[in-house]
């Protein structure tokens, strides 16, 4: 079965300071990858995604990036990070049907 | 593009009654609905979802939506509501066959009181 795997759950950074979350999938192959930001009382953003390695969209002008290194990896960064970046991030995967979106359990950061 | 629209952010309801979370959407295409659920300190998993077919769609822990082309609405209800329903729900559209994948609304509280 396929699993996604999303580290670390927490992070606490101060701002300037830079950044790198990762996300993995295993059981699949060539997925959609995807980062979503939830920031506090707000719905979820889409901020990247990715349909090959080396292939990343991006949504929004920001603060991040990302990066596709390997088939099943995804990793989210910022050079130096802003307090704005405060928020819960959620890694996804879908299959090429693109119906159904896998979610990791999320990464809390907080920038101060 | 799509747009998705969550009406309530704060629903408390009582146990055992009945609730309705409403969602509404935007689109010039046809698209797929969907509910995610957000329990407290955990990522989002899959309630329900409508891609063709029967516009009525039922989970399997007693939640339902019914989608409304006219109104273009997609409102999750349950009749009866637990203590273990509190969580975040989540209205989501989604074009058909991009990968570009899903317009989230900001987010309905359901908070279940005793």
């Given amino acids: ?112 | 593009a799509q747009s998705v629209t969550q009406l309530d952010s704060q629903v408390p309801v009582f146990e055992e009654a009945p609730v309705e979370l409403r969602c509404n959407y935007s689109s010039s295409v046809s698209v797929y609905l969907f509910w995610y659920v957000q329990y407290p300190n955990q990522g989002l998993q899959l309630l329900l979802k409508y891609l063709s077919g029967s516009t009525l769609v039922e989970s399997i822990n007693g939640f339902e939506a019914e989608f409304n082309k006219s109104q273009t609405s997609f409102h999750l209800r349950k009749p009866s509501v637990h203590i273990s329903d509190t969580a975040e729900y989540f209205c989501a559209v989604k074009v058909s066959g991009s990968a570009r994948q899903l317009t989230f609304g900001s987010g309905t509280q359901l908070t279940v009181l005793p």
């Fill in chain 1, 1 to 112: 079965s396929q699993t996604i795997h999303q580290w670390p759950a927490t992070l606490v950074q101060p701002v300037g300071s830079p950044l790198s979350l990762e996300c993995t999938v295993e059981g699949t192959s060539n997925p959609n990858l995807y980062w979503y930001r939830q920031a506090a009382g707000r719905g979820l953003q889409l901020l990247f995604y990715s349909v090959g390695i080396g292939q990343i969209s991006s949504e929004v002008p920001q603060n991040l990036s990302a990066s596709r290194p390997q088939d099943r990896q995804f990793i989210l960064s910022s050079k130096k990070l802003l307090l704005s970046d405060s928020g819960f991030y959620l890694c996804a995967w879908s299959g090429t049907a693109h119906e159904k979106l896998f979610f990791g359990s999320g990464t809390q950061l907080s920038v101060l």
